[in-house]
């Protein structure tokens, strides 16, 4: 089945940097839109950054110019560089798959399908 286990997460100081990690399994890793979402509690879980097969990302506007998407298609695993980071990025940081065309229009939740358990990212001020 589906494994996505996140790594990297971890508590900073603001401007500080972090790269967050999300190995993937039992699926063809090549064949799926990926992307990192963000949930504090009490508030919905949103979309930080996606990426297509196609190597096409999309950011929120919140982070872009400070993450960057990437992937390694031959090590199944996704990535999230965090750089100039705010108190604000404070969150639990979910890596998520699911069968997609275009990284553009998958920037809900529910539109996918698989999940990791989730790293912490703290950022103080």
């Known amino acids: 089945q589906v494994q996505l286990v996140e790594s990297g997460g971890g508590s900073v100081e603001a401007g500080g940097s972090l790269r967050l990690s999300c190995a993937a399994s039992?699926?063809?890793?090549?064949?799926?839109?990926m992307g990192w979402f963000r949930q504090v509690p009490g508030k919905e879980r949103e979309a930080v950054a996606t990426?297509?097969?196609?190597?096409?990302?999309n950011y929120a506007e919140s982070v872009k110019g400070r993450y960057t998407i990437s992937q390694d298609n031959a090590k199944n695993t996704l990535y999230l560089q965090m750089n100039s980071l705010k108190p604000e990025d404070t969150a639990m940081y979910y890596c998520a798959a699911e069968m997609c065309r275009s990284a553009a229009t998958m920037t809900l939740a529910p539109l996918f399908g698989y999940w990791g358990q989730g790293t912490q990212v703290t950022v103080s001020s």
């Open positions: 039992g699926y063809t890793y090549s064949s799926y839109c």
């Open positions: 990426i297509d097969t196609d190597g096409n990302t």
